[in-house]
């Protein structure tokens, strides 16, 4: 148990709140929701910033409860968007909206029992039974269109972008909506947002307040940017997603090892649920040896353990190793053809048949005649280096140039050879 807002003041998550909400959380177990665009069957680390504020909201005792927009994932919200999204037909939105719980369930207690549990709702249940004149008789005429307009999302668009269709515009009424429902029917009295949808979430409390003259609270946290200006979250390749098969776990892990130090200060708070003081030693230590990234290392254990596991994370430790040259044949062999292929990206590629393979006597030849000199482009040259001790196999150094070929190989069809300290080569065998 602790204060939510404290909590958040001091990690650097709050942005914008209305009046009187550090109060009333005081009054005991409260329900705040969060909302998250179905847009895609994964989410990315750019959304992680609204799962951790669900999560602190629960971790201080209160009850969060995650809404997948199966219905607003159909429109599209404009707001700071330059132009409008495509539509997402209803199978698609269903896929990416299951995909959606499973990952959400790694982070959130949804334990049946536990009084404060997660919940977690589709706004498609409620808004696919609502008809067009029901909707704009019973909910539209209590929000002006001059209110709609105000709203600065909305006035940049206008101002900026390529014009709003009433689908967008209609946005901010229906996400008013989910709120007004979720505080009728389910109790919840908070909506949680980045800073960018203060618009949309105060609508909701209009809402309340003019349908049935509840009160309702807002609270928002700061949208992510990177020291150098750059979008947080996006690499040369694009996002990073928290679906194994679209960011693997290596590359994720390597995404928070290498952010920048001034970043990393601010990350650690931000993406790990590690306490006050283990932060501050943390920094301290950081600072008395920032070669060492010891904050990088700290926040890429902790979040892609969170998100992976311990397992898939000692699998990113031992294949940073051994791009890096600290490690074992053992630790080359364990890791999956995923994890390898990911951590050699990029690094040139010869194939051998099995049959060539087989025939092929030793060494020397087969860095050189069987790889068509990728490797080595004369068997004198290949000799050399070998004698020289400047040619490994599977991270074993090859000192005899007549070795037999006794290699295992990784995965079943792959060999590593490493010429000199950086230069990788990968032999399929197929």
């Not at 709702?121 to 696919?128: A, E, T």
């Not at 060539?356 to 990728?374: A, H, P, R, W």
Request: overall charge negative; glycine content about 8%.
């Amino acid at each position: 148990m602790n204060n939510f807002i404290d909590e958040l003041r001091w990690r650097g998550m709050l942005q914008d709140m209305t009046p009187d909400i550090e109060e009333y959380l005081k009054k005991g177990m409260a329900s705040a929701y969060l909302g998250f665009d179905p847009t895609a069957d994964s989410l990315h680390i750019g959304h992680l910033v609204g799962v951790m504020t669900l999560l602190h909201f629960q971790r201080a005792g209160h009850k969060p409860y995650a809404l997948v927009g199966g219905a607003t994932g159909m429109i599209g919200d404009p707001s700071f968007k330059s132009a409008e999204r495509n539509l997402l037909d209803k199978k698609t939105l269903d896929h990416n909206v299951e995909c959606l719980k499973k990952q959400l369930a790694k982070f959130l207690n949804f334990n049946e029992g536990d009084k404060n549990k997660a919940e977690l709702v589709n706004n498609y249940d409620w808004m696919s039974k609502f008809s067009f004149l029901e909707f704009i008789r019973d909910v539209g005429k209590y929000i002006t269109v001059n209110y709609m307009m105000a709203k600065d999302s909305v006035k940049r668009r206008l101002e900026e972008g390529s014009g709003l269709s009433f689908t967008e515009f209609s946005y901010q009424l229906i996400q008013g909506y989910d709120f007004y429902h979720l505080w009728k029917n389910h109790g919840v009295s908070i909506q949680l947002g980045g800073s960018d949808q203060w618009g949309n979430i105060v609508t909701g409390t209009e809402l309340i307040r003019k349908m049935e003259g509840g009160s309702a609270y807002a609270l928002t946290v700061p949208l992510i940017t990177k020291a150098d200006g750059s979008k947080f979250g996006k690499t040369e390749s694009g996002s990073v997603w928290l679906d194994p098969e679209k960011t693997s776990p290596y590359a994720f892990y390597q995404f928070w090892l290498n952010v920048s130090d001034e970043d990393a200060a601010k990350y650690i708070r931000i993406f790990t649920v590690l306490d006050r003081q283990t932060i501050e030693n943390l920094e301290k230590e950081h600072g008395d040896a920032p070669h060492l990234r010891i904050l990088q290392k700290a926040i890429a254990k902790e979040v892609t353990i969170m998100v992976h596991g311990e397992q898939e994370y000692e699998m990113a430790l031992k294949a940073s190793a051994i791009l890096f040259g600290k490690s074992s044949t053992e630790d080359l062999a364990s890791l999956d053809e995923r994890t390898f292929l990911q951590v050699f990206d990029g690094v040139p590629q010869a194939i051998v048949s099995k049959e060539e393979f087989e025939k092929t006597t030793n060494i020397v030849d087969l860095l050189s005649e069987k790889t068509e000199g990728m490797i080595f482009p004369s068997k004198g040259e290949a000799r050399k280096m070998i004698l020289g001790g400047g040619v490994s196999i599977n991270k074993e150094k090859i000192s005899d140039p007549n070795s037999p070929l006794s290699f295992t190989l990784l995965q079943g069809k792959y060999l590593l050879v490493q010429k000199g300290k950086k230069q990788y080569y990968i032999i399929s065998i197929i």
